[in-house]
């Protein structure tokens, strides 16, 4: 069964997304690391202050094309729920690797970032060596994937800059259109058909495709977008969580 929640507010949070008071101004890496620790001890981090990690070109975009912390590290919690500490996840579509920076942070995962743009591979490196946390980022697209090695795969509504004006995409260093859009969500929907029973998925704004009929939707939980978990199979994992919630 399925549950609409919805959106939590994060022990600690100001309501306003503002730093809490207190919080570290990250401008040394003494201060960065301050917040790779108070993500991994569960405590808030605001955006603002995560993203002072970026270049400010990366800052800029970051409210319309990265996940907010708080929505990292429940998609995260949602991947990895009832695996060990060796499984895998993978973001399609890493950016500048905030999504996948938090969930290194705060999940017990090996994470692995595909991102097609080479210029954010190395932006999302330096952040991850900046904060100290070890994420795989590599630049290639799907095609370049195993999905019989993935446990968990999150989707921030990667290809949906295909259909964005040229003023709302992050650059024009790729190739963007709607023939790219429409590969890209084809071979999304046919890396999730050949996944292994029990891979979860978090889409996060959808993908822009439709999920194949042998996924479940476990849970979904409004945020500033929806959030939503797919468990391939039929296996019982989404019993936990949704036990969690009640
Ligand atoms: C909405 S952003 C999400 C970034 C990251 N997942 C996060 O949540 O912070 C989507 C990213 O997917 C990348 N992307 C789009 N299509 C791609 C493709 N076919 N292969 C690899 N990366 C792609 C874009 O360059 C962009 O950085």
Known sequence: MMRVLPRRQSPGSAANGEPSPG?????????????????QSGGSVADREFDEVFPSEIRRVSKAHWTPVEVARRAAELLTDGHGADSTILDIGAGAGKFCIVAAATALARV??????ESLVDVARTAASRLGVDVDFVRGTLEDEDPSVIDGLYLFNPFA???????????????????????????????LRAARPGTRVVTYCGFGGSMPGDYVLTLRERWSSVLELWVKGHERADAPLLRRQA
Do not use: K, M, Q, Y
């Open 112 to 117: 692995r970032g595909i991102e097609h743009r």
């Open 23 to 39: 919080a570290p101004a990250a401008s040394s890496p003494r201060d960065l690391r301050t917040i790779t620790r108070t993500l």
């Open 161 to 191: 800059e295909n259909l964005c004006s040229p003023r709302d995409r992050v650059d024009d260093t790729v190739e963007l259109n709607l023939d790219r859009f429409w590969r890209d969500v084809a071979a999304t929907e046919r890396f």
